[in-house]
Structure formats: structure tokens, C-alpha cells
């Protein structure tokens, strides 16, 4: 037999690295705007087409290239950032693997001009899927110039694998937040299509912050300082009571790299516990500084994953100096004592009627098949008794709710711990009414068992039917606003707001920019009687952005998803009576009450003969 195994040539390794280094146009910038910092450019500008599909063009006016230079960068493993293996632990630049270059000219089009400081005449290299087309002297600005167009024209599955051009822009900006929130002493800006998104000038990191999330996020910044042998740690984190339920606010950088840590995540989130909102999660900016030789940056081809070599105490000095920064501003003390003996603290409840203090007859807290004990004594409270969600957590004997609701038991034979509870159903059926149960369920009688509904899959589905019958009968009710709102957010959610405004309109949510990433919400959708707009955009977009749903083609579809779900009643929130019929009314009033918008089970029964079989 013939020998088979043969060398790959050149330009199809480099398009296979591509594959894992160069995902996505944001991919490139990423891999640019790096080279271009650690060329020591102090000026940095970005220019997109079509969120990159057409063109990146990165101008920097760092050390420019000699001409020899400029045709070796395209070469795989060339870089002059290493030149041994042990280098590679004293990295203090943001590339060392030379492969961006390589990949990028693999699968794209490349112009490139670059001039060092010293010269009078530039190179100008033009490389078209790994094929150089050009090379010859040019006369340009010192820097480098690089221009990327047609990106993945070679590679139709990659194209086919993009997302819609508000979605590839909005890693864009996130990477570009990511790289100007670590280099803050460097303007960088980002023009999309001819405008603007961010023009950051040089400044320091409190600047740089609120440059690219808005003035608001100011106040809510506490300094972070802390410094040991092994890690300096500085930066901000942001004071629990503006924490809101989404992501975007939280990064770590190590030497001026941004990583992803989720276990330093919950360094911070542990630090915080018991003085957030339920679901909430703080902003943080936090920098660390060590030694390269502690850190490993090559566990990951783009690098946003390292490894600790101490990670452990890494992990202790971070939540120590979390701790201390919240105990210095007086946010621990404080809470802890408002906060004394409870940790529950309420909800931010959402519209679903009027606020009161829940009125229910049944302890939603009690679930009868954890519960143990005796249960022989049902002498207790009144049965109106209505808990507040700290009184709640004081309950300590589940007795005490039922009063009231059950029959007189005295003469009843002596039963198992469990059993009292049956009658407490049927008691409730006789009485003809559902119950809440752990702020989560509904149990409602049926002929055949117990039903349980998910409380907050079934107000999606209502919500949901009722924004498609909007759109599809196109009778938009927009409930005016007395006082229009108006919000700030930051740029890359501005940019995916205003991709959907819209389908918000379509849908009576009148949103319209004000300019600079902020918005002014003059009318809600009439079905939605929503009394905190701002924050159901907030969530809205958190939802939106978890979608898995085609943005581009099904975009009212996803935005009236997303809409349901971030105005839906929330697991914890406890229902009155009146309301939990109504909510079972409009859900058999729905064309498919079984599954949510999302396809998850809103509703199960449990059969009778369950019930006999669990008490055998
Ligand atoms: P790496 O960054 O890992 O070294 P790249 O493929 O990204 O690999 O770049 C290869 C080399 O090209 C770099 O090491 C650097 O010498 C040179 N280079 C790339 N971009 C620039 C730039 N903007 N300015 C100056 N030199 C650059
Ligand atoms: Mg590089």
C-alpha cells in the first residue's frame, strides 16, 4: 500500500487554526486591536461595515513594520513576542502565539499598510485567502493601517454560522468594551456604518467606566484596592442596591487582559450575599496585577480563559478586599442590622395588580412532602392569617396556618405525619379553590388528581397570546405614560434596543432614542399594565439576548417572547385568591395552555391513584 500521509499545505492549516481562533468579525477586531496595544499604540481607531461582514479597518499609530516584517507577520508561528518557550511565562503582551495574522489572511482579504516612525516610506502587503497579491512600497502615516474585507469568503459554513448584523455588532462593542475598559490610558474609538459608538479618550479607569456605561453608574462605584505579595487588586464594584438582573457590568481583567472566571464570580457574589435582591448581580470592574510567571495565559487560543497558579488565594484576598470595600462605604453594617434575624429580602415586585401584602390563606412556604413530625395537634392562628415575606421565614410550626381551614379533626383516628395534609386538599376542593404553593405552583383539583401549573410559564404564555394578537390584528394600544421615562444604557444595549424599537412599537411599547444611548418611553402596550418600564426593557433585553430564536427572521415573534417573559409574574411572588383565578381563566382561555412561548411544561397533573400509592 501507497504511504497516505502527507503534510497539509500552508493556507489550509492556517484555515483550520481560523477555525478557533477568528469565530466571528468580532473575533478579528479582537485579534487586531491587541496587536495594535502591544505595537504601543496610544490612538486606536475601529471602522466596521456591516457589523464586519464587509469591512474592519483598524488604524493604529503604534510601531509600525519593516518591510521584511510585514510579509513575515502572515506567516504562522511568526511573532516577535516570543522567542523561547520560557518567554512564554514572562508574557506581558496581549498576543505570543503568532497566529491571528496567519488565520485572518486565510480566510479574508487583507490590506495592510504600515510605516515605522523612522521611515519615510511604508509597505502596503494585499493577501487574499492566504495568496499574497501585492507587495510594494507605499507612501502612509506611521502606524499601521489593516483592512479586512470579505471575511470567511472562502469558508461558506462559517458565513452561514453568523448571526444577524445586530448580534455580530454587539460582540463587536463587546469586545471593544473589553479592551477599553483594560487599557483605559489608550483612546480608542468604533464607528459603525459612518457613526459613531464610542469615542474614548485616554483617562483613567473611573473615566473610562462611566464613558462607556453612562454617568449614571458613577454614584455606584466603590473603590477597590488592595495589594499583597502575590496579587495587587484595584477597580470598582458597584453598591447592591443597583444591582440589576442581568449581565453586562461584570469583568475581571488579569495584567490587562480581560478573562472570564465564573469561580471569582462567586468570590464576589459569596461577599455580597444577603445584601442583594433576590436574582440580582453587582457590577464589578476588577484588575488584577501579578507576576506572568503566577498565571497561565496558553490554556485557551483566545486567552479569555487563565489559570491561577494560586488560585485558592487568589480567590480569598479577592472576596476579603470585596468584603472590605463593602463594610468601608457602610453597606455591610447597615444592612445587616435593617436586616437583623431575616434574609429575605422582598422581591421588587412586578405589575400584577395592586401591591399588597399577600393575603394567603395557606402557607406557600409548607410543602407537605417535606414536612416531618407531629402533625396531630391542629389547634393554631386564625385562618386568615396572611404572612409579609419576613414574617414568613419566622413560621416554625406550619400548624399554625391551617387553622381554620380544616374540618374539626378531633374525632378523626390517629394518622401518619403526612396524611393531615390530604385533607387540607380536599378541603381546599370542597372549598373550590386553588392554592399557591411555594410562591411557585398552583395546585388546582381536577377530576383526575392534582394539577400543578407553573405560575410564572403560565402569565408568559397569557402575555404572550395577547402580544401576538396585537401584532397579528395590528390593534396596537399603547398605554401613554403621564411622565415619559427616560433611560441610559450602555452602548451595546443601546445598539440591540434600537435594532428592535420597531417591533416594540408594533407591539404599543413606545420607545424612542434620545440620543446618546439613552431612550424615552412614552407608552407601554396597553395589555401588559406595566407600572416599571424601564426595568422590563432592562429585562427584556437580558431576555432577548438568552434567545435562541433566529433574531433576524422571527424578530416580533422574539420580542414579544421576550416581552411576556420580562413582564410575567416572578417565581416568589405571592398571588391573591382573585388573581390566581384569573390567571387559571386566561390560561384554558389560551390557544396552547400546555407549553410556555419557550416550549417548557406549564402545566402537570398528578393522578389520584399517585396520591393513594404515596400513602400506602
Ligand atoms: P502575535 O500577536 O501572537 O505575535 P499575530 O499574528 O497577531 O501574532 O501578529 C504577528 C506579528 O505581527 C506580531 O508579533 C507583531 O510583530 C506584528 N504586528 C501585528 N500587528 C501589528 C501592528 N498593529 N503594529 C505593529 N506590528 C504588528
Ligand atoms: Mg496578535
Same mark, same amino acid.
Given at each position: 500500500?501507497?504511504?497516505?500521509?502527507?503534510?497539509?499545505?500552508?493556507?489550509?492549516?492556517?484555515?483550520?487554526?481560523?477555525?478557533?481562533?477568528?469565530?466571528?468579525?468580532?473575533?478579528?477586531?479582537?485579534?487586531?486591536?491587541?496587536?495594535?496595544?502591544?505595537? *504601543?499604540?496610544?490612538?486606536?481607531? &475601529?471602522?466596521?461595515?456591516?457589523?464586519?461582514?464587509? #469591512?474592519?479597518?483598524?488604524?493604529?499609530? %503604534?510601531?509600525?513594520?519593516?518591510?521584511?516584517?510585514?510579509?513575515?507577520? =502572515?506567516?504562522?508561528?511568526?511573532?516577535?513576542?516570543?522567542?523561547?518557550?520560557?518567554?512564554?511565562?514572562?508574557?506581558?503582551?496581549?498576543?505570543?502565539? *503568532?497566529?491571528?495574522?496567519?488565520?485572518?489572511?486565510?480566510?479574508?482579504?487583507?490590506?495592510?499598510?504600515?510605516?515605522?516612525?523612522?521611515?519615510?516610506?511604508?509597505? =502596503?502587503?494585499?493577501?487574499?485567502?492566504?495568496?499574497?497579491?501585492?507587495?510594494?512600497?507605499?507612501?502612509?502615516?506611521?502606524?499601521?493601517?489593516?483592512?479586512?474585507?470579505? !471575511?470567511? =469568503?472562502?469558508? /461558506?459554513?462559517?458565513?452561514?454560522? !453568523?448571526?444577524?448584523?445586530?448580534?455580530?455588532?454587539?460582540?463587536?462593542?463587546?469586545?471593544?468594551?473589553?479592551?477599553?475598559?483594560?487599557?483605559?490610558?489608550?483612546?480608542?474609538?468604533?464607528?459603525?456604518?459612518?457613526?459613531?459608538?464610542?469615542? #474614548?479618550?485616554?483617562?483613567?479607569?473611573?473615566?473610562?467606566?462611566?464613558?462607556?456605561? *453612562?454617568?449614571?453608574?458613577?454614584?455606584?462605584?466603590?473603590?477597590?484596592?488592595?495589594?499583597?505579595?502575590?496579587?495587587?487588586?484595584? %477597580?470598582?464594584?458597584?453598591?447592591?442596591?443597583?444591582?440589576?438582573?442581568?449581565?453586562?457590568?461584570?469583568?475581571?481583567?488579569?495584567?490587562?487582559?480581560?478573562?472570564?472566571? /465564573?469561580?471569582?464570580?462567586?468570590?464576589?457574589?459569596?461577599?455580597?450575599?444577603?445584601?442583594?435582591?433576590?436574582?440580582?448581580?453587582?457590577?464589578?470592574?476588577?484588575?488584577?496585577?501579578?507576576?506572568?510567571?503566577?498565571?497561565? &495565559?496558553?490554556?485557551?487560543?483566545?486567552?479569555?480563559?487563565?489559570?491561577?497558579?494560586?488560585?485558592?488565594?487568589?480567590?480569598?484576598?479577592?472576596?476579603?478586599?470585596?468584603?472590605?470595600?463593602?463594610?468601608?462605604?457602610?453597606?455591610?453594617?447597615?444592612?445587616?442590622?435593617?436586616?437583623?434575624?431575616?434574609?429575605?429580602?422582598?422581591?421588587?415586585?412586578?405589575?400584577?395588580?395592586?401591591?399588597?401584602?399577600?393575603?394567603?390563606?395557606?402557607?406557600?412556604?409548607?410543602?407537605?412532602?417535606?414536612?416531618? %413530625?407531629?402533625?396531630?395537634?391542629?389547634?393554631?392562628?386564625?385562618?386568615? =392569617?396572611?404572612?409579609?415575606?419576613?414574617?414568613?421565614?419566622?413560621?416554625?410550626?406550619?400548624?399554625?396556618?391551617?387553622?381554620?381551614?380544616?374540618?374539626?379533626?378531633?374525632?378523626?383516628?390517629?394518622?401518619?405525619?403526612?396524611? /393531615?395534609?390530604?385533607?387540607?386538599?380536599?378541603?381546599?376542593?370542597?372549598?373550590?379553590?386553588?392554592?399557591?404553593?411555594?410562591?411557585?405552583?398552583?395546585?388546582?383539583?381536577?377530576?383526575?388528581?392534582?394539577?400543578?401549573?407553573?405560575?410564572?410559564?403560565?402569565?408568559?404564555?397569557? $402575555?404572550?397570546?395577547?402580544?401576538?394578537?396585537?401584532?397579528?390584528?395590528?390593534?396596537?394600544?399603547?398605554?401613554?405614560?403621564?411622565?415619559?421615562?427616560?433611560?441610559?444604557?450602555?452602548?451595546?444595549?443601546?445598539?440591540?434596543?434600537?435594532?428592535?424599537?420597531?417591533?416594540?412599537?408594533?407591539?404599543?411599547?413606545? &420607545?424612542?432614542?434620545?440620543?446618546?444611548?439613552?431612550?424615552?418611553?412614552? %407608552?407601554?402596550? *396597553?395589555? !401588559?399594565?406595566?407600572?416599571?418600564?424601564?426595568?422590563?426593557?432592562?429585562?427584556?433585553?437580558?431576555?432577548?439576548?438568552?434567545?435562541? &430564536?433566529?433574531?433576524?427572521?422571527?424578530?416580533?415573534?422574539?420580542?414579544?417572547?421576550?416581552?411576556?417573559?420580562?413582564?410575567?409574574?416572578?417565581?416568589?411572588?405571592?398571588?391573591?385568591?382573585?388573581?390566581?383565578?384569573?390567571?387559571?381563566?386566561? $390560561?384554558?382561555?389560551?390557544?396552547?395552555?400546555?407549553?410556555?412561548?419557550?416550549?417548557?411544561?406549564?402545566?402537570?397533573?398528578?393522578?389520584?391513584?399517585?396520591?393513594?400509592?404515596?400513602?400506602?
Amino acid at each position: 500500500m501507497p504511504d497516505i500521509i502527507q503534510l497539509l499545505p500552508d493556507s489550509v492549516a492556517n484555515q483550520i487554526a481560523a477555525g478557533e481562533v477568528i469565530q466571528r468579525p468580532a473575533s478579528v477586531v479582537k485579534e487586531l486591536v491587541e496587536n495594535a496595544i502591544d505595537a *504601543g499604540a496610544t490612538q486606536i481607531k &475601529v471602522n466596521i461595515k456591516d457589523a464586519g461582514r464587509t #469591512l474592519i479597518q483598524i488604524t493604529d499609530n %503604534g510601531c509600525g513594520m519593516s518591510d521584511t516584517d510585514a510579509r513575515m507577520a =502572515f506567516e504562522r508561528h511568526a511573532t516577535s513576542k516570543i522567542k523561547s518557550a520560557s518567554d512564554i511565562f514572562a508574557i506581558r503582551t496581549m498576543g505570543f502565539r *503568532g497566529e491571528a495574522l496567519a488565520s485572518i489572511a486565510a480566510i479574508a482579504e487583507v490590506e495592510l499598510r504600515t510605516k515605522e516612525h523612522d521611515q519615510d516610506l511604508g509597505t =502596503f502587503i494585499h493577501i487574499s485567502g492566504s495568496n499574497i497579491i501585492a507587495q510594494e512600497p507605499v507612501s502612509c502615516d506611521s502606524g499601521t493601517n489593516f483592512q479586512i474585507k470579505n !471575511l470567511f =469568503f472562502n469558508v /461558506p459554513a462559517r458565513r452561514k454560522f !453568523l448571526k444577524s448584523n445586530p448580534a455580530e455588532l454587539k460582540h463587536i462593542i463587546n469586545e471593544i468594551q473589553r479592551i477599553a475598559l483594560a487599557n483605559s490610558d489608550i483612546s480608542i474609538s468604533l464607528y459603525h456604518n459612518g457613526s459613531a459608538i464610542y469615542e #474614548l479618550n485616554g483617562s483613567n479607569k473611573r473615566v473610562r467606566i462611566v464613558s462607556i456605561f *453612562g454617568k449614571n453608574i458613577n454614584q455606584n462605584l466603590i473603590p477597590i484596592e488592595t495589594e499583597t505579595s502575590l496579587v495587587k487588586i484595584s %477597580g470598582f464594584i458597584g453598591q447592591p442596591k443597583h444591582a440589576r438582573k442581568m449581565f453586562g457590568e461584570q469583568f475581571f481583567f488579569v495584567n490587562q487582559r480581560y478573562i472570564k472566571h /465564573p469561580y471569582f464570580h462567586r468570590a464576589i457574589m459569596q461577599a455580597y450575599e444577603k445584601i442583594l435582591p433576590p436574582d440580582a448581580i453587582p457590577s464589578y470592574f476588577i484588575y488584577f496585577d501579578m507576576n506572568p510567571a503566577d498565571i497561565d &495565559v496558553n490554556i485557551h487560543p483566545t486567552k479569555t480563559e487563565i489559570k491561577f497558579e494560586n488560585e485558592q488565594a487568589v480567590w480569598q484576598i479577592l472576596q476579603a478586599s470585596v468584603r472590605e470595600a463593602l463594610g468601608k462605604f457602610n453597606i455591610v453594617p447597615s444592612i445587616d442590622f435593617d436586616q437583623a434575624g431575616s434574609v429575605d429580602i422582598p422581591m421588587p415586585l412586578r405589575d400584577y395588580g395592586d401591591v399588597h401584602t399577600p393575603e394567603i390563606k395557606i402557607n406557600p412556604a409548607y410543602n407537605p412532602f417535606e414536612q416531618t %413530625g407531629s402533625t396531630k395537634n391542629y389547634s393554631g392562628t386564625d385562618r386568615s =392569617f396572611a404572612p409579609t415575606p419576613t414574617q414568613r421565614t419566622n413560621l416554625s410550626s406550619w400548624q399554625s396556618l391551617y387553622k381554620g381551614l380544616e374540618p374539626d379533626f378531633s374525632s378523626q383516628p390517629e394518622t401518619p405525619a403526612d396524611e /393531615p395534609v390530604q385533607f387540607r386538599m380536599e378541603e381546599q376542593q370542597t372549598a373550590k379553590s386553588s392554592v399557591q404553593f411555594k410562591n411557585k405552583y398552583i395546585l388546582t383539583p381536577v377530576k383526575s388528581g392534582l394539577m400543578v401549573i407553573d405560575q410564572k410559564r403560565a402569565h408568559e404564555r397569557i $402575555l404572550y397570546e395577547r402580544l401576538m394578537q396585537v401584532i397579528e390584528n395590528h390593534e396596537v394600544a399603547s398605554q401613554q405614560q403621564l411622565f415619559p421615562e427616560t433611560f441610559e444604557l450602555n452602548a451595546s444595549d443601546a445598539t440591540l434596543l434600537t435594532s428592535i424599537l420597531p417591533e416594540l412599537r408594533a407591539l404599543g411599547f413606545d &420607545v424612542r432614542d434620545f440620543g446618546k444611548n439613552s431612550f424615552i418611553i412614552n %407608552g407601554t402596550p *396597553g395589555v !401588559l399594565h406595566t407600572s416599571s418600564p424601564v426595568e422590563i426593557i432592562e429585562s427584556l433585553l437580558e431576555e432577548f439576548k438568552n434567545s435562541p &430564536v433566529n433574531l433576524q427572521e422571527k424578530a416580533r415573534e422574539t420580542v414579544a417572547m421576550s416581552l411576556a417573559q420580562a413582564s410575567s409574574i416572578q417565581y416568589g411572588q405571592a398571588l391573591k385568591p382573585a388573581e390566581i383565578s384569573e390567571l387559571i381563566d386566561n $390560561l384554558f382561555a389560551c390557544k396552547t395552555p400546555n407549553f410556555s412561548p419557550k416550549g417548557k411544561k406549564i402545566l402537570s397533573i398528578m393522578p389520584l391513584d399517585d396520591f393513594e400509592k404515596l400513602l400506602k
